[in-house]
Nanobody, 128 residues
Framework: QVQLVESGGGLVQAGGSLRLSCEAR????????MGWFRQAPGKEREFVAA????????VYADSVKGRFTISRDNAKNTVYLQMNSLKPEDTAVYSC?????????????????????WGQGTRVTVSS
């Protein structure tokens, strides 16, 4: 049974940092590109960051570029999102997702529609 479990969310002051983790119970985790998405109250889900199967290629939303870093540890079936210089507008439920991306596609996708499996999410609240 496929399962993605996020952790690491919480309440932090503006300017602070959090590190989110997503443990993926996938038989072949290293075959999947992984992404982080977020949904703020009253807003649509938006792309945050994604990483390809090897960890070599990453993509970021412009709103988080330079502040957030996505990484993965295939030996631990885990993807991370290091979030620095947090802003109140980063407040949202953050979810990880897995995309069985063909290896010949080097850059992971930004659209949630391309992802096959989703976690339940972890809440991040940034106070001003």
């Amino acid at each position: 049974q496929v399962q993605l479990v996020e952790s690491g969310g919480g309440l932090v002051q503006a300017g602070g940092s959090l590190r989110l983790s997503c443990e993926a119970r996938l038989r072949t985790f290293s075959s999947y590109a992984m992404g982080w998405f977020r949904q703020a109250p009253g807003k649509e889900r938006e792309f945050v960051a994604a990483i390809n199967w090897s960890g070599v290629n990453t993509v970021y939303a412009d709103s988080v570029k330079g502040r957030f870093t996505i990484s993965r540890d295939n030996a631990k079936n885990t993807v991370y999102l290091q979030m620095n210089s947090l802003k109140p507008e980063d407040t949202a439920v953050y979810s990880c997702a897995a995309d069985l991306l063909p290896p010949q596609v080097p850059v992971p996708y930004r659209s949630g529609a391309d992802y096959d499996y989703w976690g339940q999410g972890t809440r991040v609240t940034v106070s001003s």
